[in-house]
């Protein structure tokens, strides 16, 4: 069955930068993208971006441009979202899933970012 | 971006009883392709969210059949015929249509 698994909780300050991974299996990685989306603490869902697992082409929110990246291993089936220069209001839960056909998702990240 | 606005914000339901949700994008969501990028989700507390309709109005694998989803262009349904207590969360609709996906805000839906 497809399976996202996401990589555990992290605790940040303010500047440094995460590296979350989302690992794939149950289906052919290379056929689909991923997008992240984040949701902040009792907040709705915001879309981050996204990369072509088969030729690693990403496409990034405009808000975020600059201090994210996307990767992925198509070795090991894994997608990873960076973010860098941490601020407090990018503490959330991040979700990795399946694209376009937005049928699964990650458990979830929460990315605490506390000083 | 696409806006998405979807009514109501919250929903007290009795259960047994049908309950609506409403989504209304600001651009349309049929593609050129002839399908419609539409979908619904429900996350419960903890959890990511779960796909619950796909493109409008196909229910995703293991979806009871008291949801439904209808709509065209930029006006959609999510409905659900009879409300169980398992079926308590915050409910968005999602648009894809654009590689920048854009959520709902999201209804809360309760058990009075």
């Known amino acids: 069955q497809v399976q996202l698994v996401q990589s555990g909780a992290e605790v940040k300050k303010p500047g440094a930068s995460v590296k979350v991974s989302c690992k794939a299996s149950?289906?052919?990685?290379?056929?689909?993208?991923i997008s992240w989306v984040r949701q902040a603490p009792g907040q709705g869902l915001e879309w981050m971006g996204w990369i072509s697992a088969y030729n690693g082409n990403t496409n990034y929110a405009q808000k975020l441009q600059g201090r994210v990246t996307m990767t992925t291993d198509t070795s090991t089936s894994t997608a990873y979202m960076e973010l860098r220069s941490l601020r407090s209001d990018d503490t959330a839960v991040y979700y990795c899933?399946?694209?376009?056909?937005?049928?699964?998702w990650g458990q979830g990240t929460l990315v605490t970012v506390s000083s | 971006d696409i806006v998405m606005t979807q009514t109501p914000l919250s929903l007290s339901v009795t259960p047994g009883q049908p309950a609506s949700i409403s989504c209304k994008s600001s651009?349309?969501?049929?593609?050129?392709?002839?399908?419609?990028?539409l979908y619904w989700y429900l996350q419960k507390p903890g959890q990511p969210p779960q796909l619950l309709i796909y493109?409008?109005?196909n229910r995703f694998s293991g979806v009871p059949d008291r949801f439904s989803g209808s709509g065209s262009g930029t006006d959609f349904t999510l409905k659900i015929s009879r409300v169980e207590a398992e079926d308590v969360g915050v409910y968005y609709c999602l648009q894809s249509i654009q590689l920048a996906w854009t959520f709902g805000q999201g209804t809360k839906v309760e058990i009075k």
């Open positions: 899933a399946r694209d376009p056909s937005v049928d699964y």
């Open positions: 149950g289906y052919t990685f290379t056929s689909y993208g």
């Open positions: 493109e409008v109005s």
């Open positions: 651009q349309s969501l049929l593609h050129s392709d002839g399908k419609t990028y």
